[in-house]
Nanobody, 116 residues
């Protein structure tokens, strides 16, 4: 069973930056597409961005130019670099590992709060 653990969340002022990390327990991390989702209270979970096994990234329009996803397969870790943070970025951020055949996995989430 794959376990995902997010870290790096916290309180930051508007315009600030945070880097989230998601560490995976699996030894076959490199075959998974990795995704970042977020969910604010009372809102549906939203796909923030994704990075494929080949390193191709995609982002929701609201974070383009501000967020960057990267992965380090040697460390079994995916990152979400968040710059120029806005109050509307406030949410619990979740890491997701997806595979067309194997089971998908979710982390427990890390809180990001953007406020003055």
């Amino acid at each position: 069973q794959v376990q995902l653990v997010e870290s790096g969340g916290g309180l930051v002022q508007p315009g600030g930056s945070l880097r989230l990390s998601c560490a995976a327990s699996t030894s076959i991390f490199s075959i998974y597409t990795m995704n970042w989702y977020r969910q604010a209270p009372g809102k549906q979970r939203e796909l923030v961005g994704t990075i494929t096994t080949g390193g191709t990234t995609n982002y929701v329009n609201s974070v383009k130019g501000r967020f960057t996803i990267s992965r380090d397969n040697a460390k079994n870790t995916v990152y979400l670099q968040m710059n120029s943070l806005k109050p509307e970025d406030t949410a619990v951020y979740y890491c997701n590992a997806a595979h067309y055949k194997l089971s998908n996995y979710w982390g427990q989430g890390t809180q990001v709060t953007v406020s003055s």
